[in-house]
């Protein structure tokens, strides 16, 4: 059965603090990997992934896949109370348009 | 660009009744996917739509089907509404089958009664 499974599946941390959220995976046919931000709204895009060892960032995120291990991380550096937030990792099954969530990591930052 | 759009945003039913759910798509985007958002289960797949048709399913039972128009609007129907039908139901769109980045919008929440 596919599957993703998000660590910690919650997080305090304090203004400036640096967090790293993982996410593994086990699926038939890998695609992409994608980060989101949901905020009692619409998950807002954050990352896609498909190549091993390559970094993406934007401004105190980034990200990385380790195809070889199946997992990937998400660093938020400096954080701020406006980081809190659930962050969902989904896998892509092929091209099928299917992403197979996982539980979500739930942030909260305090001030 | 505009994003992605949902209508209603709200939406309480009684066991029973069916509902229809409307998404449009970011503007150039051909293919549309809907998803269920609950508690318990967290995001499920139900299907993908491109080109008017339907590429995939998830595992849901029949009385929850969709369709896509030609300008790429797609409309999400689920008959003989249960209370375990209550859920937060997210489109997502992409430019086409080969594009990677999903884009969802706010969302529809069906509240069963």
């Known amino acids: 059965e596919d599957k993703v499974v998000q660590s910690p599946l919650s997080l305090v941390v304090h203004e400036g603090d640096t967090v790293t959220l993982n996410c593994s995976y086990e699926v038939t046919n890998f695609r992409s990997l994608l980060w989101y931000k949901q905020e009692k709204k619409a998950p807002t895009f954050l990352f896609m992934l498909?190549?091993?060892?390559i970094e993406k960032k934007s401004g105190r995120l980034s990200s990385i896949l380790d195809k070889k291990e199946l997992f990937s991380i998400l660093n938020i550096t400096a954080t701020q109370t406006g980081d809190s937030a659930v962050y969902l990792c989904a896998v892509e099954l092929g091209n099928t348009g299917k992403l197979i969530f996982g539980q979500g990591t739930t942030l909260q930052v305090k001030p | 660009k505009a994003g992605v759009t949902q209508t209603p945003r709200y939406l309480i039913k009684t066991r029973g009744q069916q509902v229809t759910l409307s998404c449009s798509p970011i503007s150039g985007h051909r293919s549309v996917s809907w998803y269920q958002q609950t508690p318990g289960q967290g995001l499920q797949f139900l299907f993908e739509?491109?080109?008017?048709?339907?590429?995939n399913k998830g595992n849901f039972p029949g009385r929850f089907s969709g369709r896509q128009f030609s300008n790429s609007r797609s409309e999400m129907n689920v008959s003989t509404l249960e209370l375990g039908d209550s859920a937060l139901y997210l489109c997502?769109?992409?430019?086409?089958?080969?594009?990677?980045?999903?884009?969802f919008g706010p969302g529809t929440r069906l509240t069963v009664t």
């Open positions: 997502a769109s992409r430019h086409g089958t080969d594009s990677y980045e999903q884009y």
């Open positions: 739509y491109f080109s008017e048709t339907q590429r």
């Open positions: 498909t190549s091993s060892g």
